[in-house]
């Protein structure tokens, strides 16, 4: 997988996983851990509406979200391409035709991460709230915050993991000098 790739596959995860800790900043509670006794079935909880769903969809791809999944399909196409090539260098021009034309669906198929993504938004999210943001999105200042996101995340990735490196050696140097008081050499 590509150095960009990766970034922008964990990312995505975080951006995910930060919509998620929404509860921790609102104040709500995460679920209680399951009882010793056998789970009760949960209440089922009503499904969310068309313009709900409809409202998260878009707002993947309004606010940027969308554009950190857009390589990964043409990437394993790649991939694909590579791995066959090396151990079976025969099929390599068929393999080539075939997965050409097998493009338009591969590349459909990314539809359904958008949909997995919207289904995120919903679970956190409220209608109203995603058509809020989504509102935002489309004023020209969050048209800006988006058109901006990909030289943000360039400049601040290596910066990130300067900053993390230097907090990994504050931390162990710190670790040593309490360990030593505790009569430890580490």
């Given at each position: 997988?590509?150095?960009?790739?990766?970034?922008?596959?964990?990312?995505?995860?975080?951006?995910?996983?930060?919509?998620?800790?929404?509860?921790?900043?609102?104040?709500?509670?995460?679920?209680?851990?399951?009882?010793?006794?056998?789970?009760?079935?949960?209440?089922?909880?009503p499904?969310?509406?068309?313009?709900?769903?409809q409202?998260a969809?878009?707002?993947?791809?309004?606010?940027?979200?969308?554009?950190?999944?857009?390589?990964?399909?043409?990437?394993?196409?790649?991939?694909?391409?590579?791995?066959?090539?090396?151990?079976?260098?025969?099929?390599?021009?068929?393999?080539?035709?075939?997965?050409d034309?097998?493009?338009?669906?591969?590349?459909?198929?990314?539809?359904?991460?958008?949909?997995?993504?919207?289904?995120?938004?919903?679970?956190?999210?409220?209608?109203?709230?995603?058509?809020?943001?989504?509102?935002?999105?489309?004023?020209?200042?969050?048209?800006?915050?988006?058109?901006?996101?990909?030289?943000?995340?360039?400049?601040?990735?290596?910066?990130?993991?300067?900053?993390?490196?230097?907090?990994?050696?504050?931390?162990?140097?710190?670790?040593?000098?309490?360990?030593?008081?505790?009569?430890?050499?580490?």
């Amino acid at each position: 997988m590509s150095h960009s790739l990766r970034f922008a596959a964990i990312l995505a995860a975080a951006l995910l996983a930060g919509a998620g800790s929404g509860l921790a900043q609102s104040g709500q509670k995460p679920a209680a851990p399951a009882p010793a006794a056998p789970p009760q079935a949960a209440p089922a909880q009503p499904a969310p509406s068309a313009a709900h769903v409809q409202a998260a969809r878009e707002l993947v791809v309004a606010s940027g979200l969308q554009r950190s999944f857009a390589n990964v399909i043409p990437e394993i196409m790649l991939q694909l391409y590579r791995n066959f090539s090396v151990t079976r260098p025969e099929l390599a021009k068929d393999l080539k035709v075939t997965l050409d034309a097998q493009q338009k669906e591969f590349l459909g198929w990314g539809q359904e991460i958008i949909d997995v993504a919207a289904s995120v938004y919903v679970a956190v999210m409220n209608e109203q709230e995603c058509k809020d943001a989504l509102n935002f999105f489309n004023s020209p200042i969050g048209k800006k915050y988006v058109e901006v996101q990909p030289t943000i995340f360039v400049n601040v990735a290596p910066v990130v993991e300067q900053w993390s490196n230097a907090v990994s050696a504050r931390m162990m140097e710190r670790v040593r000098t309490e360990m030593k008081k505790k009569g430890h050499d580490m």
